[in-house]
């Protein structure tokens, strides 16, 4: 499940180099489903961050003990599964002893920009994150 998107969200434009051929059957291939290039990246885009990790045995961060201790104990709640961001929270300020109001900026957040978390659901209503 894909993280909702707002009007409001900051976007980055994307370059790549393909052979010219490549990219003619390409846009062949998205006419055929009726669809443009952005939507396809973007589609692809979402499908590489909800899929499963490859790597089932993935590690605790080694080089801080304060994420270590989070991860593993969300992994202990439910690796794989989407949990709700303010369970989370209580479950991570809980097994480090840090406010659950700063667990988003001093864990969670780490977390994802290293991979161990997706964020998902609604960003403003229903929050939730996805542990790998």
């Given at each position: 499940?894909?993280?909702?998107?707002?009007?409001?969200?900051?976007?980055?434009?994307?370059?790549?180099?393909?052979?010219?051929?490549?990219?003619?059957?390409?846009?062949?291939?998205?006419?055929?489903?009726?669809?443009?290039?952005?939507?396809?990246?973007?589609?692809?885009?979402?499908?590489?961050?909800?899929?499963?990790?490859?790597?089932?045995?993935?590690?605790?961060?080694?080089?801080?003990?304060?994420?270590?201790?989070?991860?593993?104990?969300?992994?202990?709640?439910?690796?794989?599964?989407?949990?709700?961001?303010?369970?989370?929270?209580?479950?991570?300020?809980r097994e480090t002893n840090i406010p659950a109001e700063s667990v988003s900026r001093r864990v969670l957040k780490p977390l994802e920009r290293r991979g161990y978390l997706a964020w998902g659901g609604?960003?403003?209503?229903?929050?939730?994150?996805?542990?790998?």
């Open positions: 499940m894909s993280r909702m998107e707002s009007p409001t969200d900051a976007t980055s434009r994307v370059t790549i180099r393909v052979p010219e051929s490549l990219l003619d059957e390409y846009d062949e291939a998205l006419d055929d489903r009726e669809t443009d290039r952005s939507k396809d990246i973007r589609r692809y885009m979402r499908s590489v961050i909800n899929a499963p990790d490859p790597d089932e045995s993935r590690q605790p961060p080694t080089d801080d003990e304060t994420l270590a201790k989070g991860y593993a104990a969300l992994r202990k709640a439910g690796a794989g599964r989407s949990v709700p961001v303010r369970e989370a929270k209580s479950i991570v300020a609604d960003p403003i209503n229903d929050p939730w994150v996805t542990v790998r």
